[in-house]
């Protein structure tokens, strides 16, 4: 069968849906393209001498792994000339990035978390890109708080896997598809179209050395699971946690699953351990266009109302029967 790349996908989605303005389907692909650099990248492991961290001076105080820094700036170059974007906001960078003067500004906000799960870079397990896209709020000038919008807004989300294959997987609001890269072409080729979360599920993913700072909804759903088909599930679960929200997110929206980084007293002061902005929002959009559905235990995460760029909240995401007794639990 003929394969369709990406181009192709996104002309078929702007005549079928009218929705994908050219400066969008511009924007997707040169942010598919700077992910294709960035596997290439992440791909030369030791060879590419960028493993370990940025060194002394991190910019935001934070440990960042030189690819994190990388991958950032693969982005941001990726995206400055195309005329397409306000400004562009990333979990490695304190406040938005403005687009060069040089430059014409367009009418869409891009956030991304340039690297995912960065942690896992050295010991070669897979990582990610999450991405973001809201449209400029009319009339502002552009600041932070055009960034401050809730998760309904988002006009398109996706994330890239930098695994064993590299998978981009994009909702622009009509479903969720999946791409593979083909190395040799260096093209992404559609290789699901319309995936769907199934509703329930034996899986759940959690960090569970946290076990002790969970609260008590959390921790009963978990003992649920782990006390099988004798306890009051009825069912043996199995458990995975990759510690990449991508990975985990992307097992889940392909064979099922419940992702839990709940609200916990280690984390609780600062709101949760995930960022809203570009890993909550985004990944909630792509699972409840797949079918599934993402809150924090108390609210549906894309009617939160955010209030900081860099907020965290608690998450809890994937099979819709599984997450609604969750969220009942609460
Ligand atoms: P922990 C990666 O650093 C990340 O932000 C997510 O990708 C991942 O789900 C989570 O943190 C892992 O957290 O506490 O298990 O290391």
């Known amino acids: 069968m003929k394969p369709i790349f990406l181009t192709q996908f996104l002309i078929e989605e702007q005549r079928a849906m009218g929705k994908i303005t050219p400066d969008l389907r511009l924007l997707l692909e040169v942010v598919t393209r700077a992910c294709k650099r960035i596997s290439i990248a992440v791909g030369k492991g030791a060879l590419g001498g960028v493993l370990g961290d940025a060194g002394t001076g991190n910019i935001q105080g934070e440990a960042q792994k030189k690819l994190d820094v990388i991958s950032n700036d693969i982005l941001l170059e990726a995206n400055e000339w195309g005329g397409h974007l306000a400004a562009l906001a990333s979990e490695e960078m304190d406040h938005p990035h403005p687009i060069p003067e040089q430059y014409p500004k367009g009418g869409y906000l891009l956030l991304f978390d340039p690297l995912d799960g960065s942690s896992n870079i050295d010991v070669n397990v897979s990582v990610g890109t999450i991405f973001s896209v809201l449209r400029k709020p009319e009339g502002s000038a552009s600041s932070e708080d055009d960034f401050l919008q809730p998760g309904t807004q988002q006009v398109a989300a996706g994330y890239c896997v930098y695994g064993p294959s590299t998978t981009l997987v994009l909702t622009i609001g009509n479903g969720v598809h999946q791409f593979t890269l083909d190395r040799e072409l260096g093209s992404f080729v559609l290789t699901q179209r319309d ?23 959390v921790k009963r759903y978990i003992d649920e699971c782990v006390a099988g088909k004798d306890g009051p599930r009825g069912k ?66 894309l009617d939160i109302k955010p209030n900081k760029l860099h907020q965290r909240v608690p998450v809890i995401m994937g099979s819709k029967n599984e997450v609604d007794l969750v969220s009942s639990y609460h």
Do not use: C
């Open 195 to 217: 995936m769907k979360i199934p509703p329930d599920t034996k899986e759940f993913s959690i960090n569970m050395s946290n076990e002790r700072f969970w609260e008590a909804p």
């Open 236 to 301: 043996d679960f199995n458990m995975r946690w990759v510690a990449s929200m991508v990975a985990d997110v992307h097992r889940i929206i392909t064979r099922g699953g419940v992702f839990m980084y709940p609200l916990d007293s280690k984390t609780k002061s600062q709101g949760g351990k995930l960022r809203l902005m570009y890993e909550a929002n985004p990944m909630s959009f792509i699972i409840e266009q797949a079918g599934g559905a993402a809150t924090t235990g108390r609210e549906r995460i």
